[in-house]
C-alpha cells in the first residue's frame, strides 16, 4: 500500500517507523514530517489542514490509506472531505469525521456526551462571557483547587489548574473575556478538581469492535515531581504497573464500552484511534478528557510494545473488520524521556546543533522538533526527542532511557529526572 501520514512530531516519527516496516507498506509519505520521518519515508511540503492539497497528492499519488497523527485536521473535517469526493471516497482513511472528533474538538460536547451515557467524569458546568457571573457563583461553590479547561484545541494547554479562588477568578475572566486562548476559550468548562492517579488508555475502534493498545502514563508538567507549567509532555511509561486486571475490567466496562456504544446510538461512526485520559480515584476510573489520535509522547512508548503489523491492524481497522484482528503486544516495559529546548514551554531559542545521537544505543530516538540542515541536526521546537528504551523490568527501561538521555546534547537541553519514579 501507499500510505499518507499527516503530522510532523515526535508521535508521528514513531508512527512512521511502525508503519515502514511493516509488509505491508509500498511506500510512505509523510506530510509535513521532520528530520526523523525523512529517515522512514518521503516528507512532504504540505500542510495537514489543507484539504484540497492532501485530497490533491491522495489523488495523483495511487495513496491508499490515510493516516491523520494530529487532532486538527480531524476536527476540522479532512475525513468528511474524503468520504464525500468521488476520487477519494475508496481510500482508506485512519481517523474520524467531524461529528466523532468533536469528542476532543469541544469539551462541552465531551462531557454532555459522558454524561448522557452514564461515563463517570467530574461534576461540570460550561459558560461563556455574557454567563461569566454565573461562572463566578460556581466557583464559589466548589472546593479549590479549581480545574478550567478551554473548549476548543488550544494545543493541548487549554488546561488552567488554580490553587486559590482569586486565580480561578481571574483566569476565568482571562479566558472568557480577555482571550487568553483565542477562539478555544470563547467557552469554559468548570470542573471539581479529582484528586488521584492518572493514566492513559487507548483504543483501536471501527465503530462498532475496538482493540485496547497497552495503556500508558505520562508526565505533563515541565518540573520534577510534577510541579510547574503545563507542556505537550515530558515523558510516559508503559504499561501502567498498578492498572491490574480489575481496574482495567472496570475501566472497559465503565467508560470504553459505554463509550462506543454511545456513539452508535447518536449515530457518529467512528474508525480510528480513542484516548482516554483517565483519573483514577481510590480503585474508580474517572474520565478526564478524550483524544480523537494517539497521545504524544504516549505514542512513543506504547507502539514500541506493540508487536502485531500497525498497518495491518489500521487496514482492519478501516475496513471494518477489527473483529477478525487479533492484536499481540509485548509484555515489556517502555519508558519515554522527552528532551526539550532551555525555556520551554514559554520563550526558547531553537537551532542549536545536536550532538552524540549516534552513539545512543539501546533505545530509540524519536524526533519531534527536530530539522536536518547540511547535514547537521538542529533543534527546530520545544519538545526535542523523546529518548526510547524498552526492557524486561520498568527499573531497567527508566536506566536505559535515562544513560541515552544524558549521552545526546545541544545548547539549553533540559529534561525531568524523575518520569516513571513514582511508580517504582
Same mark, same amino acid.
Given at each position: 500500500?501507499?500510505?499518507?501520514?499527516?503530522?510532523?512530531?515526535?508521535?508521528?516519527?514513531?508512527?512512521?517507523w511502525?508503519i515502514?516496516?511493516?509488509?505491508?507498506?509500498?511506500?510512505?509519505?509523510?506530510?509535513?514530517?521532520n528530520? %526523523?520521518?525523512? &529517515?522512514c519515508?518521503?516528507?512532504l511540503?504540505?500542510? #495537514?489542514?489543507?484539504? *484540497? $492539497?492532501? =485530497?490533491?497528492? +491522495?489523488?495523483?499519488?495511487?495513496?491508499?490509506?490515510?493516516?491523520v497523527?494530529?487532532?486538527?485536521?480531524l476536527?476540522?473535517?479532512?475525513?468528511?472531505?474524503?468520504?464525500?469526493?468521488?476520487?477519494?471516497?475508496?481510500?482508506?482513511?485512519m481517523?474520524?469525521?467531524?461529528?466523532?472528533?468533536?469528542?476532543e474538538?469541544?469539551?462541552?460536547?465531551?462531557?454532555?456526551?459522558?454524561?448522557?451515557?452514564?461515563?463517570?467524569?467530574?461534576?461540570?458546568?460550561?459558560?461563556?462571557?455574557?454567563?461569566? %457571573?454565573?461562572? &463566578?457563583?460556581f466557583?464559589?461553590?466548589?472546593?479549590? #483547587?479549581?480545574?478550567? *479547561? $478551554?473548549? =476548543?484545541?488550544? +494545543?493541548?494547554?487549554?488546561?488552567?489548574?488554580?490553587?486559590?479562588?482569586?486565580?480561578a477568578?481571574?483566569?476565568?475572566?482571562?479566558?472568557?473575556?480577555?482571550?487568553?486562548?483565542?477562539?478555544?476559550?470563547?467557552?469554559?468548562?468548570i470542573e471539581?478538581?479529582?484528586?488521584?492517579?492518572?493514566?492513559?488508555?487507548?483504543?483501536v475502534?471501527?465503530?462498532?469492535?475496538?482493540?485496547?493498545?497497552?495503556?500508558?502514563?505520562?508526565?505533563?508538567?515541565?518540573g520534577?515531581?510534577?510541579?510547574?507549567?503545563?507542556?505537550?509532555?515530558?515523558?510516559?511509561?508503559?504499561?501502567?504497573p498498578?492498572?491490574?486486571?480489575?481496574l482495567?475490567?472496570?475501566i472497559?466496562?465503565?467508560?470504553?464500552?459505554?463509550?462506543?456504544?454511545?456513539?452508535?446510538?447518536?449515530?457518529?461512526?467512528?474508525?480510528?484511534?480513542?484516548?482516554f485520559?483517565?483519573?483514577?480515584v481510590?480503585?474508580?476510573?474517572?474520565?478526564?478528557?478524550?483524544?480523537v489520535?494517539?497521545?504524544?509522547?504516549?505514542?512513543?512508548?506504547?507502539?514500541?510494545?506493540?508487536?502485531?503489523?500497525?498497518?495491518?491492524?489500521?487496514?482492519?481497522?478501516?475496513?471494518?473488520?477489527l473483529?477478525?484482528?487479533?492484536?499481540?503486544?509485548?509484555?515489556?516495559?517502555?519508558?519515554?524521556?522527552m528532551?526539550?529546548?532551555?525555556?520551554y514551554?514559554?520563550?526558547?531559542?531553537?537551532?542549536?546543533?545536536?550532538?552524540?545521537?549516534?552513539?545512543?544505543?539501546?533505545?530509540?530516538?524519536?524526533?519531534?522538533?527536530v530539522?536536518?540542515?547540511?547535514?547537521k541536526?538542529?533543534?527546530?521546537?520545544?519538545r526535542?526527542?523523546?529518548v526510547?528504551?524498552?526492557?524486561?523490568?520498568?527499573?531497567?527501561?527508566m536506566?536505559?532511557?535515562?544513560?541515552?538521555?544524558?549521552i545526546?546534547d545541544?545548547?539549553?537541553k533540559?529534561?525531568?529526572?524523575?518520569?516513571?519514579?513514582?511508580?517504582?
Amino acid at each position: 500500500m501507499n500510505i499518507l501520514l499527516l503530522g510532523g512530531g515526535g508521535r508521528e516519527h514513531a508512527m512512521s517507523w511502525k508503519i515502514s516496516v511493516s509488509p505491508l507498506c509500498t511506500k510512505l509519505f509523510i506530510a509535513p514530517g521532520n528530520a %526523523g520521518t525523512a &529517515l522512514c519515508g518521503e516528507n512532504l511540503d504540505i500542510n #495537514p489542514n489543507d484539504h *484540497k $492539497a492532501v =485530497g490533491r497528492f +491522495a489523488a495523483e499519488h495511487a495513496i491508499d490509506m490515510v493516516v491523520v497523527g494530529p487532532e486538527e485536521p480531524l476536527v476540522k473535517g479532512l475525513a468528511d472531505y474524503f468520504a464525500n469526493r468521488r476520487e477519494l471516497k475508496d481510500i482508506l482513511f485512519m481517523g474520524p469525521g467531524s461529528a466523532g472528533a468533536q469528542l476532543e474538538g469541544s469539551k462541552a460536547f465531551a462531557k454532555s456526551f459522558m454524561q448522557r451515557h452514564q461515563i463517570p467524569t467530574a461534576a461540570y458546568k460550561t459558560f461563556t462571557c455574557d454567563s461569566i %457571573g454565573e461562572g &463566578l457563583a460556581f466557583i464559589d461553590s466548589l472546593m479549590p #483547587p479549581y480545574v478550567l *479547561k $478551554a473548549d =476548543g484545541l488550544a +494545543a493541548g494547554k487549554g488546561v488552567v489548574i488554580c490553587s486559590t479562588k482569586q486565580e480561578a477568578e481571574e483566569t476565568l475572566h482571562e479566558m472568557l473575556c480577555g482571550a487568553m486562548f483565542g477562539e478555544a476559550s470563547r467557552t469554559v468548562v468548570i470542573e471539581e478538581f479529582l484528586k488521584g492517579v492518572e493514566m492513559s488508555v487507548f483504543v483501536v475502534t471501527d465503530g462498532i469492535t475496538y482493540r485496547m493498545l497497552p495503556s500508558a502514563k505520562d508526565y505533563k508538567r515541565i518540573g520534577e515531581k510534577d510541579t510547574g507549567a503545563n507542556t505537550g509532555g515530558m515523558g510516559s511509561v508503559s504499561p501502567v504497573p498498578f492498572a491490574n486486571q480489575q481496574l482495567m475490567q472496570r475501566i472497559e466496562q465503565r467508560i470504553i464500552q459505554p463509550t462506543i456504544n454511545g456513539l452508535n446510538k447518536e449515530g457518529i461512526p467512528y474508525r480510528g484511534f480513542i484516548f482516554f485520559g483517565l483519573m483514577i480515584v481510590g480503585k474508580d476510573p474517572y474520565v478526564i478528557e478524550y483524544n480523537v489520535r494517539l497521545g504524544d509522547p504516549e505514542a512513543e512508548a506504547i507502539l514500541t510494545r506493540l508487536d502485531s503489523d500497525f498497518v495491518a491492524l489500521m487496514q482492519f481497522c478501516c475496513q471494518g473488520r477489527l473483529q477478525d484482528y487479533t492484536l499481540e503486544l509485548s509484555p515489556r516495559y517502555a519508558v519515554s524521556v522527552m528532551l526539550t529546548s532551555g525555556g520551554y514551554p514559554d520563550q526558547f531559542d531553537k537551532g542549536f546543533e545536536i550532538f552524540h545521537t549516534e552513539r545512543a544505543s539501546a533505545c530509540r530516538l524519536f524526533y519531534a522538533g527536530v530539522q536536518e540542515k547540511e547535514g547537521k541536526l538542529l533543534t527546530s521546537g520545544g519538545r526535542v526527542m523523546a529518548v526510547t528504551s524498552v526492557a524486561a523490568t520498568l527499573e531497567d527501561a527508566m536506566a536505559l532511557a535515562y544513560d541515552n538521555a544524558r549521552i545526546i546534547d545541544f545548547k539549553g537541553k533540559y529534561y525531568r529526572r524523575d518520569i516513571g519514579k513514582d511508580l517504582l
